[in-house]
């Protein structure tokens, strides 16, 4: 789950080579599609139209080309689609969305952009604050004051000069080692590495085990990258892209925060991808609807549980049907499946980042007196990292009480005659903002009426006209790891969060998704036999 950009600090995925080339001792295409022909049409269920259950069922509907012989059933327990990419609109107005979760992808992501090409969707053009307002676009704050600025509309070789300048070789120490560590995950996205059912033991094939054993800050000091680019440039990426500090994070995940290759999100949102998936898929979609329980039968099928959510008692029907396979494209442990029997591995239980995020309006600007900056106006984004150049909170490196700040668009808020002109910002925290906090960042003051502890919906409609707020279960804890949980919990039953403590973002969500779906594909064209069956010249065991 991806914000913001740091330098367009988004996670670098090339290509996915989803297809594989024909070897000489796999049967042809006509001979697949002919042993095809005659077999039942496959029950599928995905469980979340997130990127990850969307995703698996356009590729299995494409990988099933040209027999098409798969019914697909997606349960969503939400009232939309897309999972952690939402939007909501600002003044309740449906002409001004905002991205509440997921809020860019880059042009190599291939499985997002060649979706958003096919299905015919725009991307959002910049709707940042006037550049007569200020010449600064971003502002690294360490809690006291900025640590690093860079200009509006500055070259790249202004860049370039100001970072040598700063922070020596350091920076290009940096970019090479996060090419090489791309680099090497980009092997997992081609033969003989996709499809995989250990995401740890191929991670280890393509080179990755150092990047997710060490954590951040001794990944980076033993490839010569150093304070205090490591602690002001890095971290800040680390800490808006993740929440987690240098010492929190492992490798892997430093070197994706501070991968770049041009941002972009969707016009209305990046949801729309998603749904373009299931539209796409010919999937039957369920939305509002709960699986309570997936059971296996004695016959190898499953018969999955659900709910409708509704505040109408009367609607709350419990629904069973019969599936021949069953992808749980969630986290499991926040899923509330009951699964019988038990698998002989359950995915293991991993703590989440709650983040908080809020999105208002102001007719204020951002004040830099809160950042004891001299400026006449603050940075469009301003990003966090400690002070003291520490990878850890202390005493005397404190984390600030945010994230990021993102003054995200220019708005008229059409409530007010004439409509008043403001600013929508959003601010990622790991607590809920206080209507003092926003007082002091906006430099306006409060009522007498208004207690220490308040919130932000205490503050008067002249100074705050509309909010949202919302916390997420983001992102898993980055911790250093060596395995992962597998796309199969059993025969027929698949798995795709795994990946989620690998790398968490919507492109790698997406190559899960296709990921099982080609294992589902490859399983039913392989040949069975008693305990495994061959997929691409590779024994699978049975769980």
């Given at each position: 789950m991806r914000f913001h950009t740091l330098f367009a600090c988004v996670p670098l995925v090339a290509s996915v080579v989803l297809s594989h080339s024909p070897r000489s001792e796999e049967p042809s295409q006509d001979t697949v599609v002919s042993s095809l022909t005659d077999r039942k049409i496959k029950q599928v269920a995905v469980i979340g139209a997130g990127s990850a259950g969307a995703?698996?069922?356009?590729?299995?509907?494409?990988?099933?080309y040209p027999s098409k012989r798969i019914n697909i059933t997606v349960y969503e327990r939400s009232n939309y689609v897309g999972g952690r990419s939402t939007t909501v609109?600002?003044?309740d107005d449906p002409s001004m969305p905002l991205e509440l979760g997921a809020s860019i992808f880059v042009k190599v992501n291939k499985n997002l952009v060649t979706a958003a090409e096919d299905f015919g969707l725009s991307y959002a053009e910049s709707e940042k604050a006037s550049a007569d307002e200020g010449d600064l676009a971003l502002g690294v704050w360490d809690g006291k004051e900025f640590v690093f600025t860079q200009k509006r509309n500055q070259s790249l070789w202004q860049t370039i000069g100001q970072l040598v300048w700063k922070y020596g070789l350091s920076p290009f120490r940096g970019q090479n080692l996060m090419k090489k560590t791309v680099g090497d995950f980009l092997k997992l996205y081609n033969e003989p590495h996709f499809p995989f059912?250990?995401?740890g033991s191929a991670a280890a094939k393509v080179g990755l085990t150092d990047a997710l054993t060490t954590y951040g800050n001794e990944f980076l000091e033993k490839n010569r990258v150093y304070p205090p680019f490591?602690?002001?440039?890095?971290q800040a990426a680390t800490r808006v892209n993740y929440a987690q500090n240098l010492q929190q994070i492992h490798g892997l995940e430093t070197m994706v925060s501070i991968?770049?290759?041009?941002?972009?999100?969707?016009?209305g949102g990046n949801w729309k991808i998603f749904a373009g998936m299931i539209k796409a898929s010919g999937a039957h979609l369920e939305l509002s609807t709960a699986v309570t329980s997936i059971s296996k039968q004695p016959n190898g099928r499953f018969l999955v549980t659900s709910k409708l959510i509704s505040s109408n008692p009367d609607l709350s029907q419990t629904t069973t049907s019969t599936f021949d396979a069953v992808v749980i494209a969630a986290p499991f442990q926040f899923s509330d499946i009951k699964l019988t029997p038990s698998p002989a591995v359950l995915p293991k239980a991993t703590a989440y980042v709650k983040l908080y995020v809020t999105i208002f309006t102001s007719p204020h600007r951002i004040s830099p007196k809160y950042f004891n900056s001299a400026s006449a106006h603050a940075p469009d984004t301003i990003l966090t990292t400690l002070a003291n150049h520490s990878t850890s909170t202390s005493p005397s490196s404190p984390a600030p009480p945010f994230f990021s700040i993102s003054t995200l668009r220019r708005t008229f808020n059409p409530h007010t005659y004439p409509p008043r002109a403001e600013y929508a910002y959003k601010i990622f925290s790991p607590a809920p903002l206080t209507a003092s906090f926003i007082s002091a960042l906006l430099d306006f003051p409060l009522t007498e009426e208004i207690h220490p502890g308040a919130a932000i919906c205490d503050i008067a409609k002249e100074d705050v006209s509309w909010f949202h707020y919302k916390v997420w279960d983001s992102y898993p804890y980055m911790r250093t790891r060596e395995s992962f949980d597998g796309p199969a919990l059993g025969k027929g039953l698949w798995y795709t969060a795994g990946i989620e403590g690998f790398i968490s973002t919507m492109e790698t969500s997406s190559l899960m998704g296709a990921n099982v779906a080609k294992l589902m594909v490859e399983e039913w064209r392989g040949e069975e036999g008693e305990g495994g069956f061959v997929v691409q010249g590779r024994e699978r065991t049975e769980l």
């Open positions: 995703s698996t069922a356009y590729f299995l509907n494409k990988f099933e609109d600002a003044y059912y250990d995401l490591s602690t002001e440039v890095v991968a770049a290759d041009g941002a972009m999100s969707i016009a």
